[in-house]
């Protein structure tokens, strides 16, 4: 019961959307984390790929559209910037690259998350002394 959110499919992941897996905000850290980690600029495709076997996603691929619409906020924000690629054959395809500006903003989110981390332990406490039991075990969670 306490581990029910480690989605291996489609169904798993919309019954943990209710519960906040599927936390929107938590796209932008983990392509943050994902052009940080790339030496080069990458395409929307590669960071779509890469991002399913991040923590958030555990394996399942994220909604495609969503990414490109964080990755066009986060390019209005001034945190990456794009350069399209015109390959002889082929569609043209937009590359993606990390600013310092997208650094920094990574940076402030290695702190929040461990606020977030801090605050979602709290709230277990609350909910568990507010059910009048002791709080369970910390689950295996996709992995970790």
């Not at 919309?14 to 392509?31: D, E, N, V």
């Not at 980690?37 to 555990?58: C, D, K, N, T, W």
């Not at 910037?81 to 002889?88: D, L």
Request: charge should be negative.
């Amino acid at each position: 019961m306490w581990a029910i959110c480690n989605p291996k499919a489609d169904d798993d992941l919309k019954a943990c959307a209710a519960l906040g897996k599927t936390l929107s905000r938590l796209s932008q850290p983990t392509i943050l984390t994902i052009l940080a980690a790339s030496e080069e600029a990458l395409h929307g495709y590669v960071i779509v790929q890469r991002a399913a076997f991040s923590p958030m996603f555990g394996g399942s691929k994220p909604d495609a559209t969503g990414v490109y619409r964080t990755l066009r906020q986060m390019e209005e924000n001034g945190l990456v910037t794009s350069q399209w690629e015109t390959p002889q054959a082929g569609p043209a395809k937009r590359a993606f690259s990390l600013t310092d500006e997208g650094r920094e903003a990574l940076r402030r989110w290695i702190d929040l998350l461990a606020c977030y981390t801090a605050t979602i332990s709290e709230l277990r406490e609350e909910a568990a002394a507010a059910l009048g039991i002791a709080t369970p075990p910390t689950p295996v969670c996709g992995g970790h």
